[in-house]
């Protein structure tokens, strides 16, 4: 056998791998399959740190914004009303007002409380 023969020789061909292309042997191929399958645990290991972490300060802030809407409402509707009770308006009207004032009061507070509650869990 010359030198010169063995380096032109083609590598040996297995009988289990003859018809396989690459594509397909990197679907099969252990090592593949086992980056694939650790790339899907740590992308789901940080959606569940990251997404908690991301959502919670913005569910804060919406019952914030959420509150401070409901108690400006309160505000502006308590002085119609008081206004309304000035002039000797009609009572149905002032009954309203009254009753509106008092639930936009309780849903801006309601609404500061469960930020609270939220922040602190």
């Known amino acids: 056998m010359d030198l010169g023969t063995v380096h032109k020789q083609a590598p040996p061909i297995y009988r289990q791998f003859e018809n396989r292309t690459e594509e397909v042997c990197q679907n099969l191929c ?33 019952n914030e914004v959420i509150g401070f809407l409901f108690l400006s409402l309160a505000v502006i509707i308590g002085l119609r009303t008081a206004r309304g009770i000035a002039r000797h308006d009609d009572l149905f009207l002032i009954s309203f007002g009254a009753l ?20 602190r869990s």
């Open 30 to 62: 252990y090592d593949g399959i086992v980056w694939k399958r650790l790339a899907i645990r740590q992308g789901a290991e940080f959606v569940r740190h990251v997404v908690p972490a991301v959502f919670k300060p913005i569910h804060i802030l919406w």
């Open 100 to 119: 509106g004032t008092v639930l936009m009061l309780w849903y801006g507070i309601s609404s500061f409380r469960k930020a609270r509650k939220i922040s």
